[in-house]
């Protein structure tokens, strides 16, 4: 009886170590992604201020007055990065990554040495249950060190508005985060439906979803900014009225090499598991459409 006394006490002893070794774990996680979001507000814009680069990379163009509809033959896709030439065109492209807090830090030199040309970061999101607007924990690091290897940026925020004024509310506090600071490319309204069965906007009508994207691309447009929304298939053919987005840039996620969409697209994001040399793991890879200056 002694030993079995014995034996459940170590067991015992043994769970508590485990449940304290699990919580020191999880609160040195908290006070590292306290310290990253330490860097917040006005020390942010401040940062961002004084730390601006010189020079940025130019792109080879500027962003389009409306969205294209590329020709597949025209696409070269035989690389990892892709590019769109046409001699007697006025278009041109441009390769470019998204990251979030799911890359992880990024060296942002040695993907600009790799040939990128562009990045688009996450600046915040929306809780699919509560709907919390939170800023994305490595946007400030990632806004920063882009900036300092002269990437142009741009920023988008995953979205889970079930209304236009939340919407609105979103554009808000994207801009309320980037506090003044102003991205060389747009602003991206990125609504993605969800399918846990406690997601809050998964069964938002075409009307709401489409209303929801132009008031948030409203508000950012009249903050001096360019607004863009970012679709995959199922957005854009199951929630979304296309018809309502011909002035509005669109980065549309389709994994073929010969995307179409009813009203064209400027950004496309044709890889979610491209490899670039300062990122670890998967990263998504972008072209953009632009405009030739000389024409």
Known sequence: MQRRIALILVFIAVILAVILLVRARRSAKEAEVSEESALSGEQFSEAALENAPAQLLPLPGILSPGNIHPAAALLNTNTQFYSYKDEGSTITTAVGIDVSEYQGQVDYEKVRDAGIQFVIIRIGYQGYETGRMVVDKTFYRNYLDAHEAGLPVGVYFFSQAVDIEEARRAAGFVLATLDGIEPELPIVYDYEVHHADTARASDLSQYSATASALAFC??????????????????????????????????????????????????WQYSCTGSVSG????????????????N
């Open 218 to 267: 409203e508000v950012i447009r009249n903050a001096g900014h360019t607004p863009m929304i970012y679709m995959n298939d199922q957005a854009a053919y199951g929630k979304y009225d296309l018809d309502e987005f011909s002035d509005i840039p669109v980065w549309y996620a389709s994994y073929v090499k010969d995307p179409e969409l009813p009203c064209g697209f400027t950004c």
């Open 279 to 294: 990122v670890d793991g998967d990263v998504d890879l972008n072209l953009l459409f632009l405009q030739k200056e000389n």
